[in-house]
């Protein structure tokens, strides 16, 4: 009978580029792009001085350097967002477009790639919110993180990625709100000096915007004036309008050194002007938060104030001080806060690399390329040819792949370059620091006390691999993994195709064995030997998607299966990916088809794994 397989989805659709003539075009067309994006980003740096996070100065014409004046029309972003329809599910397909876009201008060593990647979000009309709205957004509930006020920008939170306060003019928007006196405040973002009272903060005081001297010492040189954001606080006052609160704090470990929590809806209580320290009148806004919303969890406050266990005697509920016996670069401590069960009972022996089995022949090792020290050219290096002319990987946050692929070609044993290598990302060890716990529904589990950049490697899913076979006669056995980059490549199975580039050789063909293409040859068996992977769980709404990387040899079929980070992931939550089990695939010993109940919780969950 079967054993039951895990299969990598894709977590995105990608156009698959074909011919050289079409790249051709492709690439005239990115130059555009490119040309037009600097154009831009030119005309929005003008506007302000820098993208300093929480500045607070919109002394310049209203709603200038403000994204939504870049727009032409509106709901064109209805083509982007065709195939969605879960405001959350589109709230992250736009963070994962932001992302790779941001990624592209790191590669091309653009400055400010933060706001060139805001320009591309625009240029492609995936702004999931172009028009400015009052009140809650779908999809971004109360304790929602960003990482960076582009990421607002881009979600269109916030659109305002200089001011602390983003508001609605009277010419866009009179129309829509026909009683109301303009402008009218949508959002503020505090900039955390308030983090002492993060637990009681119900009530707030906000400090209006202007008068400060931004490219110097932003100290206050006048008076602030009731006008714009000012005037729009002021007007939520008299129309009692809720106002979305974002907070903004320190944190080490995103990738902006920021992070931006969306408190959620407050009214303006009261406003006063007051002489300010510099002797200058300032605008004072108290604001008072809506009843009846969620409070802020306890992850967001671990998050907030940084504790997370520094030592195995601040861990709650140990039952083990590092799974992998000292393997791994970080120990990896498993807890049990939820039942008896002990972490023994899981029975298996952790390695770190793939044991092979006899009858699996692994490829000699390709030639690789001739570079020395790092790869950095692609022009020069063979293996950024192979992988369409471009390192797939960033030199960022210790390496980020920009986006998923078909396959990664990495840099292997007989290339010229060191482990330092950016194209050898996946294969440096472990980065973050990572805790298997026990969950009340789904057994062990697995999260990071560090945040996760997008595009980071977590972990190569390692077992025995064997010949698919060879395990059939295998039952309940949950961790085998199925290779089957070929099926993600060929869209077979109703798999998502990628991007690629590269015509991939495979020196085992699919008819020297059973002819079936749609049955991948070799597996990963994590049933009884294998690394922490084995223990991430499945999500019908993931936060890691599978990646095929290739670093040794060119041999697709047996390609090494490594989870990356589909999003940024903030400390504690669960890391998941999709295991892509077709429905109705999973038989038991009696030939009957199993079916087994998904808990991930996702709001669009299948409600079945298998
Ligand atoms: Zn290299
Ligand atoms: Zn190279
Ligand atoms: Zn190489």
Known sequence: MAGRRKRAKSPEPKERRSSSRVQELRQKERDEKEQLARERVKFLSDQG???CDDAKEDDVSPNEGTLTTMRNGEDKNLDFYANEED???KVRRNLRFFNTQYLLMVQAKLSRPDLKGITEVMKANAVLYPRKMIGDLPGIDVGHRFFSRAEMVAVGFHSHWLNGIDYMGAVEYQRDYANYQFPLAVSIVMSGQYEDDLDNADVVTYTGQGGHNLTGDKRQFKDQELVRGNLGLKNCFEHEVPVRVIRGHDCKSSYSKRVYTYDGLYTVVKYWAEKGVSGFTVY???LKRKEGQPELTTNQ?????????????EIQGLVCEDISNGLESKRIPATNRVDETPFSSSGFTYINSLKIEPNVKIPKSSTGCNCRGNCTDPKKCACARLNGGNFPYVDLNDGRLIEPRDV????GPNCGCGPECVNRTSQKRLRFHLEVFRSPKKGWAVRSWDFIPAGSPVCEYIGVLRRTDDVDTLTDNDYIFEIDCQQTMQGLDGRQRRLGDVAVPTDNKA???NGDENVPEFCIDAGSTGNFARFINHSCEPNLFVQCVLSSHQDIKLARVVLFAADNIPP??????????????VHGPDGKVKKLTCYCGAVNCRKRLY
């Open 49 to 51: 001085s820098e993208l």
């Open 87 to 89: 405001p959350h599910l």
């Open 284 to 286: 004072k806004y108290q």
């Open 301 to 313: 406050v671990n998050f907030m104030y940084g504790r997370i266990p520094k030592s195995t005697s």
């Open 408 to 411: 990664v070609f990495e840099c």
């Open 511 to 513: 008819s020297e064995s």
């Open 572 to 585: 504690l939550q669960e890391l998941t990916y999709d295991y892509g089990y077709t429905l109705d695939s």
